[in-house]
Structures are given as structure tokens and as C-alpha cells.
């Protein structure tokens, strides 16, 4: 699988041309493939993810992925389904407040193809994206004027409305079609807010996992045509606490609790609520 892209800060890149400048969400890398038997392989920037071994804060965006990916219209785009991979973010909060329910899980940023030996240009990839169902990084703009734009204050961490929150963006990622890139963060918008207040997995379960919280999943599941059972719900439940909680329950890339008690906390809560 193809590594990502190196992107450096944006005021030390190196840009020309027409440019795209697009925002930058939170979260995590993560990047795939599909076999040409249409099985899905997935992997962070270090390591590949084999059958049921995806990390729990990946678990919501591969859902996503398999949910969404149009493998007709892939398979009509290219006969060698591997030759392409794709790169983007498995959207988590680390301080912004996003609208959960509008922001995807998986946005895309960048696809690499075998036939061409590069990544596609901002607006190739684009339109890649949407052929094969999956969302793209929303554009701030589109083919501006390197030499006309001033990036200056996205360097001073200035950054547009966002597109998923109700105030300024993450960041912007800034590409041209040659293939210059750079990005600027606003990183103090990124906080570690672990969650200190409840230090058992029993006492995280009651927190988050919620009747409320429990019924609103069941109701999701079903409004999409998927099987509510107590293991689906609570598969569900579990991918979403922890993707809209991200930084308030994880240190580093741990829960701060065992994962397996949490998930059998919050499975005894969901029996309880479903019968």
C-alpha cells in the first residue's frame, strides 16, 4: 500500500500555477485499498490493518468506507482496482466541536494511482471522490493564482470558516497541480481534554453510553436498514462515543481504560435498555 504524501508546513512549500485550498479537519490518517475480489484493506501511516483488527477510533470512518464506496463505479473507473489507493482522515475530535452528524467520518485528500506513478491533482482527486461516493476536503478555493493569493495569514494560523463547525477551520491544506503542497494548523485549536472526572470503565459506560445516547443509535441504525441487535448497536455506540470524544477518553492512541471492560460496560448498559 502506498505510503502518504509528505506535506510540509505551508511556509516552506513550494507552490505554482492555479492553486485548491481546502480545510483541514481533525482526526487521523487513514488510507485504503480494494482487492480485486472487492475486499477492503485499510491502514494508518505505519501500519496495515488485516480483517478485524482496526482500531477501535478507526472503527466509525472503515464502517463508513465499506458503507459508502461505490465499487461499481471504481471498477468502471480502472480494471486494476489495487493500483489506486486512497488517502484521507478517519474525522475525530481533538477540541473541535464539530456537528457530528454532518461531518463524515472518512473525508478524502488524496488518491495515488499505479497507471500514472503520482497522486492526482487536487481536482482530478476531487472528482475521483465524489464518482465513488465518498466526501472530499471542502474547498475555501479553486484554481487561484499562485502569484495573485496571499497565504501569509493562513500561515499565521488565520483560517476560513469551517465548513462542519461553527467557527474558523482546523487548518487549510494549499496544492497546486504539479504537485506542491503545504498545510497550516491552527494547533491551538487541538486540546487534551482526557477525561479525568470518571477513571472506570463503569463509570466512562454511564457517561456516554446513555439511554438517550443508546435509543438515538437504535433509531440510526434502523433509519439506515441495518439490523438493531444489541451487538450492532453497541458496535455502533462504541465507534461514535469514541470518535465524538476522542481526546476527553484516549492518551495517545489508548483508552484510558481497558478497552475490553469498557466494551463490556457499555454492551451491559445496551441489553439492559433493549431487552
Request: hydrophobic residues 35%; proline residues 5%; charged residues 30%.
Amino acid at each position: 500500500m502506498k505510503p502518504f504524501p509528505e506535506t510540509p508546513p505551508l511556509s516552506e512549500a513550494s507552490l505554482s500555477g492555479h492553486l485548491w485550498i481546502q480545510e483541514v479537519v481533525t482526526g487521523r490518517r487513514l488510507r485504503f485499498q480494494v482487492a480485486e475480489s472487492g475486499l477492503l484493506r485499510f491502514g494508518a501511516p505505519k501500519q496495515v490493518f488485516d480483517g478485524n483488527d482496526v482500531p477501535l477510533h478507526y472503527q466509525r470512518a472503515t464502517a463508513y468506507v465499506r458503507d459508502e464506496l461505490n465499487l461499481t463505479a471504481l471498477r468502471k473507473a480502472t480494471e486494476d482496482t489495487e493500483s489506486i489507493t486512497f488517502f484521507g482522515v478517519a474525522t475525530l475530535y481533538e477540541g473541535i466541536d464539530y456537528d457530528w452528524f454532518e461531518l463524515p467520518p472518512f473525508v478524502g485528500v488524496d488518491i495515488w494511482s499505479d497507471e500514472t506513478d503520482a497522486y492526482l491533482p487536487p481536482d482530478a482527486g476531487a472528482k475521483a471522490y465524489d464518482a465513488v461516493g465518498l466526501p472530499s476536503l471542502p474547498a475555501v478555493e479553486k484554481e487561484a493564482s499562485a502569484k495573485y493569493t496571499d497565504l501569509d495569514g493562513y500561515v499565521a494560523g488565520e483560517m476560513p470558516s469551517s465548513e462542519w463547525s461553527d467557527g474558523s477551520a482546523f487548518g487549510v491544506l494549499v496544492r497546486d497541480k504539479s504537485g506542491g503542497r503545504g498545510v497550516a494548523r491552527r494547533e491551538e485549536a487541538v486540546e487534551k481534554d482526557t477525561d479525568t472526572s470518571v477513571g472506570t470503565p463503569e463509570g466512562i459506560a454511564e457517561r456516554y453510553a446513555t439511554d438517550e445516547r443508546i435509543d438515538l443509535t437504535a433509531d440510526l441504525l434502523a433509519g439506515a436498514k441495518k439490523e438493531t441487535t444489541v451487538e450492532a448497536v453497541l458496535d455502533r455506540l462504541l465507534s461514535d462515543v469514541v470518535r465524538e470524544n476522542y481526546t476527553k477518553l484516549y492518551s495517545g492512541d489508548e483508552l484510558v481504560v481497558s478497552e475490553k471492560e469498557f466494551r463490556s460496560a457499555v454492551a451491559e448498559r445496551v441489553r439492559r435498555r433493549l431487552g
